[in-house]
């Protein structure tokens, strides 16, 4: 059946907020990476994971690269006793080819939803939150918010419409990308369809869950929610360059960002298009230093009591293979953290606990290649050679 362009970005954007993706593996070539280490600012490889490791992974990234027509690609892997390895690869910019560089800012899409649900959970460690309070407690006008927790909303089992899955909102966000949206508004969207199951009982991945979560933040802490990240997270942890934008405001060096989702399906540069309709679910910008650090806070808990932590981890079914999801984070094939997809970028943070090894992968695309996310797909093929029992092989998308 041959979809309309408005019809077929709905159903790219219903993709982008719901689907899991697993990903096939991706064959290597003779094409070797580009690497342009020389750039590094924070995180060069002290010590390589071996010359034979090193060529296969600079193969496979580049032939990875070519054939999802991914621009840009950013990749850090370090495994503590067996080296590390950060390459940058490709263009930061099609129009001038300016190479792509390991230093870059970068829209890191859903990876800002372990952020929020970590201010969250400090406001539980604070005891001025319950996980198990209802929603209308603190944000009125949610459907069936008596009986949604904030706890479900964190787990992504809420049951509330994802709003970026409503056509009118698809539309008008397409049609100005350089709009500033405020939470309500985006609720709006949402708050008019019906709920799609009962709390609790099933996984369906919504940004609604976590725009809420950030109004519980705003009301219970009496600050911003940018503020209140930068205070109790992002200071504590050191991310010196990580913030929750307000607008389209993007720090330099960043890469110019791609995307197919517009109205005509045509691709289109989105590196200023406006985030703050994904606000807490999505809006945030970071770079390869401060997503090293963060991948190991966030699996290991360091801002967190022990107790809260534990309910963090304890994931549940998503009804995809291999990937389950907890408070603000999925485990898949023993890796732990959080992907991220917004038009024109896409990036992957995760943590292994069994070998301490951190991946984090940034890209300046979203456009899919055969229906599967470019990042997931380079991470897939990362983790089949450096660590073969543990395999990523998906992740909650977002935008």
Same mark, same amino acid.
């Given at each position: ?175 100005? /990308?350089?709009? &500033? ?8 969207? +949402?708050?008019?369809?019906? $709920?799609?199951?009962? =709390? %609790? ?119 995809? /293979?291999?990937? &389950? ?8 094939? +023993?890796?732990?953290?959080? $992907?991220?997809?917004? =038009? %024109? ?55």
């Amino acid at each position: 059946m041959r979809h309309t362009p408005h019809r077929r970005l709905l159903a790219a954007l219903l993709f982008v907020a719901c689907a899991l993706v697993s990903m096939t593996t991706a064959p290597a070539s003779a094409a070797r990476a580009a690497g342009v280490d020389r750039h590094c600012r924070h995180d060069c490889p002290r010590g390589g994971l071996g010359p034979e490791v090193t060529a296969r992974l600079d193969r496979t990234i580049e032939d990875v690269r070519r054939q999802a027509g991914i621009p840009g690609v950013v990749v850090g892997l370090w495994m503590p006793g067996k080296g590390s390895y950060v390459r940058a690869t490709g263009v930061a910019d099609t129009a001038t080819h300016r190479p792509m560089t390991p230093d870059v800012f970068v829209r890191i899409g859903s990876e800002t939803k372990t952020f929020t649900v970590t201010a969250l959970l400090e406001l539980v460690d604070d005891h001025r939150i319950r996980l198990d309070d209802p929603i209308s407690r603190y944000v009125r006008g949610v459907p069936d918010g008596r009986r949604i927790t904030l706890r479900q909303l964190a787990e992504m089992r809420s049951g509330l419409f994802p709003y970026t899955a409503d056509p009118d909102f698809v539309h008008d966000l397409l049609s100005d /990308p350089q709009r &500033s949206f405020t939470p309500r508004e985006v609720l709006a969207y +949402g708050f008019k369809h019906k $709920n799609t199951f009962a =709390p %609790g009982t099933q996984f369906e991945y919504s940004n609604t869950n976590l725009v809420l979560l950030g109004l519980v933040v705003e009301k219970v802490s009496g600050q911003r929610l940018a503020d209140f990240i930068d205070e109790r997270v992002l200071g504590p942890a050191r991310l010196h360059r990580t913030l929750l934008p307000q607008g389209p405001e993007f720090p330099e060096p960043h890469p110019r960002g791609y995307t197919n989702q517009t109205l005509t399906g045509a691709v289109a540069d989105s590196t200023d298009w406006n985030p703050s309709w994904a606000w807490a679910a999505g809006a945030m910008i970071s770079d390869l230093h401060d997503l090293r650090r963060w991948a190991r806070i966030v699996a290991t808990g360091t801002l967190l009591s022990p107790e809260t932590q534990a309910q963090r981890l304890r994931t549940l079914p998503t009804g995809f /293979p291999g990937t &389950s999801y907890g408070l603000g984070i999925f485990e898949t094939g +023993g890796w732990i953290g959080h $992907n991220g997809s917004i =038009p %024109g970028y896409e990036t992957v943070t995760v943590y292994l606990p069994s070998q301490q090894a951190t991946l984090v992968v940034m890209i300046n695309t979203d456009i899919t290649s055969q229906g599967q996310e470019p990042s997931s797909l380079l991470a897939r093929a990362i983790t089949q050679i450096v660590t073969p029992n543990n395999v990523y092989d998906g992740g909650a998308t977002a935008g």
